[in-house]
C-alpha cells in the first residue's frame, strides 16, 4: 500500500515526499482511514510504530478541509495531549512538517520554559495544539487557553500519563472540550484505569493494535551481561572503547544520578556522553538531544521518563545499564533501535540484584535472553537474596558452603575451614 492509496490530499503527499516517507507503516494504514472517516480511535501500539503520523495526518487532511476562521485569532480546534517534553516538541515539528504545504498554523505547550511565549503563541491561535498536561492545565486556570472550540482530541502515550501522576490532570483539561468531538486514543499498554478512561471517553472506536507489547522487533539483536554492579561503569567503557560498531548508543539508567554518573566518568575515558533527565532545563536536555542526534554526541544517557517520546533515526544501539523492574519497560526501551526497518542491538547489563527482573523479561517476551559468557567482568557475588535461595534447594544437612562436607564445583568433597584464634 502506498500514502497515495490511503487517499490523502496532495498537499500533504507532497509533504511526505519531501521527508522522505515511502511507504505507510501497519498502524497508519489502518488508522488513517479510519480517522479520515470520522470515527473514534483506540490504538494499542508501542513505540516505534509510526503512530504519530497515524494521527498527525488525518488530522491535518480533516482541519485543512474545514474552513478555520479567517483573520483574527484562532480557535484551538485540535489538541493533542502527550506525557513528556520531548514528545511533545518532536510531534510538533512532525506536525510542523506535514502541515508546510497547508495554511495550518500548530503550537507547543510545555513545562521547564518561560511561560511568556507562550502566552504570546496562544493569543495569536493555533489551529492545532501539543502539550504536556501541566502547563495547559496553568494556562488554562489564567485564562490564556480556550478549547471550547476543539473538534479532535487526541491522547498519546496515555500508560505513561497514568504512570507519571498526569492522570488527573487530563481529566480536568478533557472537562474544558466538547463532548461533540473526535476522540483518539494511544496507550502501548492497557492498565484497567487506562482501560476505564478510554472507555469514558470514546463511542464506538475503531480499534487498532500493532506489536503487542509482550513480542519485540524481530530485527534487534538482544544480549546479556551478568556482570557485579561495581564492574558495570567498566564494562561500558570498555565496550564503547572497543567496539567501532557501536556508532551511537542511548543508555538507560535507573535513576538521575545514575545518569549523571555514568556519562561523566564516561567523559572521563575519552567517550563523549550527556545526561538527560527531568531535573535538567528544557534547553539542556533539547542541546543534549541536538548534540546526540548530529553525532558530536556518540552516547545519550537517559532516564525513562526523559527517553520517552525520544526518536532517533538510525540509532544502533541500546544498552540498559540498569534493567528495569517492569518487564513492559525493556520493550519499549529497546523499542529505541530497530526503527522504521532498521536493524539494531540491545545489550543489558544484569548485576546480582537484577536477575529476578532479568526473569520475568524473558517471561514477558517468550524466549531467553542470550548470554554474553566472553567478557572480562563476570559475576562472582549472587546476592543475599540469590545465595538465600541457593541454600534453601541444598540436601539436607548440608549448607552451601559450609564445614558439613558440601560438595565442590569439580564433585569431590569440599574440606572444612580451619578456625584462625586472634
Do not use: W
Not at 35 to 41: E, F, I, N, S
Not at 85 to 106: G, K, V
Not at 199 to 207: A, E, F, G, N, S
Not at 265 to 281: D, E, M, P, Y
Amino acid at each position: 500500500m502506498t500514502f497515495e492509496e490511503l487517499a490523502l490530499k496532495p498537499a500533504i503527499l507532497k509533504a511526505l515526499r519531501e521527508e522522505q516517507y515511502v511507504t505507510p507503516t501497519p498502524i497508519q494504514e489502518q488508522s488513517i482511514p479510519a480517522v479520515l472517516a470520522g470515527k473514534d480511535l483506540l490504538g494499542c501500539a508501542q513505540t516505534g510504530t509510526g503512530k504519530t503520523a497515524a494521527f498527525s495526518l488525518p488530522i491535518v487532511q480533516l482541519l485543512g478541509e474545514r474552513q478555520g476562521r479567517k483573520g483574527g485569532k484562532r480557535p484551538i480546534r485540535a489538541l493533542i495531549l502527550t506525557p513528556t517534553r520531548e514528545l511533545a516538541i518532536q510531534i510538533y515539528d512532525n506536525i510542523e512538517a506535514y502541515a508546510r504545504h497547508t495554511p495550518l498554523r500548530s503550537t507547543v505547550i510545555v513545562g521547564g520554559v518561560p511561560q511568556r511565549p507562550q502566552e504570546r503563541a496562544l493569543a495569536i491561535g493555533a489551529d492545532i495544539l501539543i502539550a504536556t498536561p501541566g502547563r495547559l492545565l496553568d494556562l488554562i486556570n489564567q485564562q490564556y487557553a480556550d478549547l471550547r472550540q476543539v473538534e479532535m482530541l487526541v491522547l498519546d502515550e496515555a500508560d505513561r500519563m497514568l504512570d507519571m501522576g498526569f492522570i488527573h490532570d487530563v481529566k480536568r483539561i478533557i472537562a474544558k472540550v466538547p463532548v461533540k468531538r473526535q476522540t483518539l486514543f494511544f496507550s502501548a499498554t492497557m492498565p484497567s484505569e487506562i482501560a476505564k478512561l478510554a472507555q469514558t471517553l470514546l463511542v464506538d472506536p475503531v480499534k487498532v493494535e500493532i506489536t503487542p507489547v509482550s513480542s519485540t522487533a524481530e530485527r534487534i539483536e538482544q544480549s546479556v551481561y551478568l556482570v557485579d554492579k561495581p564492574n558495570k561503569q567498566k564494562l561500558l567503557g570498555d565496550l564503547l572503547k572497543q567496539d567501532a560498531t557501536i556508532v551511537s548508543a542511548l543508555v538507560f539508567t535507573r535513576t538521575k544520578h545514575g545518569a549523571d554518573r555514568v556519562a561523566r566518568l564516561l567523559g572521563r575515558v575519552g567517550v563523549t556522553a550527556q545526561a538527560i533527565h527531568g531535573n535538567k532545563s528544557q534547553n539542556a536536555r533539547q542541546a543534549a538531544l541536538a548534540n546526540f542526534k548530529s553525532g558530536k554526541t556518540r552516547v545519550l544517557v537517559a532516564t525513562d521518563i526523559a527517553a520517552r517520546g525520544i526518536d532517533i533515526d538510525e540509532l544502533s544501539h541500546v544498552i540498559n545499564f540498569n534493567l528495569p523492574n517492569v518487564p513492559e519497560t525493556y520493550v519499549h526501551r529497546i523499542g529505541r533501535t530497530g526503527r522504521a526497518g532498521l536493524s539494531g542491538i540491545a545489550i543489558s547489563f544484569c548485576e546480582a540484584e537484577e536477575l529476578p527482573y532479568l526473569k520475568d523479561i524473558e517471561k514477558l517476551i517468550g524466549k531467553k535472553v542470550p548470554r554474553v559468557e566472553d567478557h572480562p567482568y563476570p559475576m562472582q557475588y549472587l546476592g543475599e537474596a540469590q545465595e538465600a535461595k541457593i541454600a534453601s534447594k541444598q540436601p539436607e544437612g548440608r549448607s552451601r558452603g559450609g564445614a558439613g562436607g558440601a560438595a565442590r564445583s569439580d564433585g569431590q568433597p569440599r574440606r572444612p575451614r580451619s578456625r584462625r584464634k586472634h
